[in-house]
């Protein structure tokens, strides 16, 4: 009789691959590693934690991508209110799925709370953890992506780094894992779902816009959205650059975001502001369609920094730092916290930037590199038929 035990052996797992997603830019990183699955019929299956839970941050995405739909999702995650109970309940439901399927090897990505939910349910079990996008820091330990980051990058037994900085800060931190530089599948996913959009998107008509007269607004990050002093500054920097400017800014405004404007009485302000329309989020084919014809994007989320700097389009980031030091360094993009002032100052100096630049996260085939990766370190069995 077969004692209980709290881990798995290495005979009970099996030759399958677990990818874990939970956010709109887990879905869009691991887009193009799920299609590459699809292509070389390697067993896997896909949790979805459920940590962005409405149609427009989750459902419409795997729709537009033309995506399987996830074989597992959490319920109710949406109802937890802070980030431990929100990471144990997903680490608690990711851990059951895992102890069903018995897969080899789990597959995170980025610094949201359903990643380190996924690499520690995963460790745990002695279920072996890959981390894409490891490496890379802001070194702001007010963000609880950097803490996440941080322990995932540490319980992993295999590292997908971005470029050599990723790599050279993991080395400085004495990972345990092995490290691969592949370059971000995020390259990838730009490149093969732009071509959807062109498709499929007409929101630049639906919404009478022309091309490279408009900017974009974004804010969801905690520190910015959660502080009402920090929030009115964005909004009261915005109404600075519509005047200055005099061109559309489109605030596609996450749910969390929109919550906290009326919470804090801040929509009056926008009425009140020319030129400045508040949008709900939208889907993801026409978010790229809409970011890789803008003039200017401003935000504070690390995906549409990226983003912005494949599609070439010039960035002001709502943040006093970022992990994605590349795009200060080309000059691409700029740090201008939430001081309204400053926010316009940063506007005029990026709609004046005439220079080109080059790709620093990848040449889009990371995810075929991750693939191959994975298949000659775990997975036994070349293709499954």
């Known amino acids: 009789m077969r004692l209980q035990t709290k881990i798995l052996s290495k005979e009970e797992l099996q030759d399958k691959i677990c990818v874990i997603v939970g956010t709109r ?69 990711i851990e059951k799925i895992l102890l069903k399927e018995k897969p080899k090897i789990v597959l995170v990505g980025g610094d949201a709370n359903c990643n380190l939910a996924g690499a520690l349910a995963a460790r745990k ?53 092995k490290i691969f530089v592949t370059g971000n599948p995020i390259v990838d996913a730009a490149y093969q779902n732009r071509e959807i959009a062109k498709k499929n998107s007409n929101i630049l008509k639906q919404w009478n816009l022309k091309e490279k007269d408009y900017f974009i607004l974004t804010t969801h990050r905690e520190e910015n959205v959660d502080s009402k002093e920090n929030l009115e500054n964005i909004i009261l920097g915005m109404k600075n650059v519509c005047r200055k400017f005099r061109k559309k800014v489109i605030f596609l405004a996450h749910p969390r975001t929109q919550k906290r404007i009326e919470q804090f009485g801040l ?53 006093e730092n970022t992990e994605w030091v590349e795009t200060i360094e080309l000059g691409v993009n700029i740090l201008a916290g939430t001081n309204p002032d400053k926010i316009v100052n940063c506007a005029e100096k990026m709609l004046l930037f005439e220079g080109k630049w080059g790709e620093p996260f990848g040449d889009g085939k990371a995810a075929e ?17």
């Open 267 to 319: 929509n009056e302000l926008i009425k009140f502001i020319p030129n400045f329309i508040m949008k709900d989020a939208i889907g993801y084919l026409d978010f790229i369609n809409l970011l890789s014809n803008a003039k200017l994007v401003f935000t504070d989320s690390g995906g549409v920094q990226q983003e912005a700097c494949i599609f070439k389009v010039p960035c002001v980031t709502l943040r």
């Open 25 to 93: 830019p887990g879905i869009i990183m691991f887009s193009p590693i799920i299609r590459e699955l699809k292509k070389t019929k390697y067993k896997f299956f896909v949790i979805h934690t459920g940590q962005h839970y409405s149609y427009n941050m989750d459902k419409k995405f795997f729709e537009d991508l033309n995506l399987p739909e996830p074989e597992y999702k959490l319920e109710n995650i949406k109802n937890c209110k802070f980030h431990g109970e929100q990471t144990a309940k997903m680490l608690e439901g």
């Open 125 to 177: 079990l002695h279920i072996k953890v890959g981390h894409v996008e490891a490496g890379e820091r802001s070194y702001d330990w007010r963000m609880p992506e950097e803490h996440n980051r941080r322990m995932i990058d540490h319980i992993s037994e295999y590292l997908f780094c971005t470029n050599e900085k990723s790599k050279q800060n993991l080395l400085k931190e004495n990972v345990l894992g």
């Open 369 to 385: 590199r991750i693939v191959y990766i994975i298949s000659k370190e775990v997975i036994s069995w070349k293709v499954w038929d």
